[in-house]
DNA sequence: CAGTTAGATAACCGAGTGGTTAGGTACCCA
DNA sequence: TGGGTACCTAACCACTCGGTTATCTAACTG
């Protein structure tokens, strides 16, 4: 996997465990054992997914004695967000429209 | 990777070559030779970008003789940010700003 | 202290990725 | 018909990923 940051996020997002587990922490920050519960698979493998999502920086960890809760950090969703907002124009019909309407303004300029 | 639509797409996503093929493509159509212009790799490496693409319906291939045209399909990027939305409030302060006056509102209902 | 709980690490495995080179297919053109 | 161009497939390589079990550390609790 490529190692800059926009492609660490998605590639972070690319699983439906480590997605369900930001979806948990948008309730609220959890124990490392209280993410595990929804899922029929070992601690260490949550444990990996964590650090998967941490290293995305779409989680931290604090430290509180011997539990180490979670908590999201959904900035680098909005980098996603912008990402695609490039595209917009090609499933958005309101932005189709505009992207008409500015297509027929420049081949007026082009007229003259 | 996991072989759900969300997960095909944003695994597709995690390349940087893959992303700027997308970009190229919102240009306009192309044929594999010209996407792999800009790029300092094989024309094999290329098409398994595009059959990456393909698989997580981000591109369509057509046929005109020898060439195989490349469209763009952005369909899958509208689920992305619907998906992305959902955690607009943790990082949209206007958002935050509505979040933190329903949780008021909130508050004074529960103090009836 | 011993025992329990939360969690991380290490070593391993099967499957997939991202790249390569070599060779094959399909089409156009002289 | 033969040659060039566009593209794909096959086989291979090193590496990563998502999971496992076994083991370890750190903290609380009796």
Redesign the pocket.
Known sequence: ??DDPLSTTF??L??P??RAILARLAEGAA??????EP??????????????LERAGLIT?G?D??????TLDATPLREVTEWADGFRRFWDDSHRRLDAYLERMKEQEDDH
């Open positions: 996997m490529a590639a972070a690319a699983d465990t480590r124990t490392v054992k209280e993410l595990s899922f029929a698979m070992s601690g260490p493998a949550v444990s990996k997914h964590l650090r998967v960890r430290r004695a011997q539990w180490r809760p979670c």
